[in-house]
């Protein structure tokens, strides 16, 4: 008897949704009028926060999860983000806007809304959707800076880089061998070129990555040789092998051929 096919990424983020939504069906209640700094939130605006989650208009929503905790009441702060957070998600989900949500997500960070505090049942409706999403970015075959982003916003929100590195390996498939080999790639390449930063997560530490790429060779192996015209496998292996020898980057340093005028090489 055969096994049964596993849900579609997509499919897996609708459920994630509904677990969330079920989760966060009853907000928590405000005790008091929302505050904040009223130079960057007029108190009108603040008190429309403080209102049912779902009739907060979406720029007022937008700004919201922008603006630092330090603007609001630091008890305020978290409980304001798990009344609007199945909304906060879908923003970042594939029917969103599709803006980077790396700044974004970080607001839920152990200096802003404090995820890993949540009720269990919350940050665990939380933490699986944010799966979803990473499988869909690494699967939908979206740009290299897109996935990277997502992954910074999570493990920025999370606290954790590693729990989600292993989550990408163990994804399965045709189109998560080839958003492996995408992302391995793209990080392998700005490691050797020391570029690889996180831009919003300042305690995350891109030596993890480093250290975890290694990991997908046999996998990024096998998949050049079922795709062997597919130059992004063949480069990354290139590429780990570099990082893993501690050696020069195999390629010239393209910004620094336009600047200098002649060709560059930079060591890891």
């Not at 209640?29 to 929302?34: I, K, M, S, W």
């Not at 130059?231 to 020069?248: E, F, H, Q, V």
Request: aromatic share 8%; glycine share 10%.
């Amino acid at each position: 008897m055969s096994e049964p096919l596993a849900p579609a990424p997509y499919t897996m983020w609708r459920d994630a949704l509904a677990e969330v939504d079920e989760a966060f069906a009853s907000p928590p209640a405000l005790d008091r009028p929302v505050g904040g700094c009223a130079h960057c939130t007029p108190e009108s605006e603040l008190r429309v926060l403080g209102g049912a989650p779902a009739d907060v208009p979406d720029d007022l929503l937008g700004h919201f999860m922008r603006e630092v905790a330090s603007h609001g009441d630091e008890d305020q702060y978290p409980v304001l983000w798990r009344r609007f957070i199945p909304r906060a998600l879908r923003r970042w989900g594939p029917d969103g806007d599709g803006t980077d949500p790396s700044d974004e997500m970080g607001r839920l960070g152990r200096r802003g809304a404090r995820l890993s505090d949540w009720p269990v049942a919350e940050r665990t409706a939380v933490e699986r959707a944010l799966g979803a999403l990473l499988h869909l970015a690494v699967t939908d075959g979206r740009p290299y800076e897109k996935v990277t982003g997502l992954i910074e916003g999570i493990a920025h929100a999370t606290g954790g880089l590693e729990p989600w590195l292993d989550h990408i390996a163990r994804l399965t498939g045709p189109e998560a061998d080839a958003g492996v080999v995408r992302l391995a790639f793209g990080w392998s390449t700005e490691l050797l070129w020391d570029e690889l930063e996180f831009t919003w997560w300042h305690d995350g530490d891109p030596q993890l990555v480093a250290a975890w790429l290694p990991t997908l060779r046999a996998r990024i192996a096998a998949f050049a040789v079922r795709h062997p015209h597919c130059k992004n496998s063949s480069d990354a292996l290139l590429a780990i092998d570099a990082l893993d020898a501690g050696t020069w980057s195999p390629w010239l340093y393209p910004y620094g051929m336009r600047a200098l005028g002649g060709p560059a090489l930079v060591r890891r």
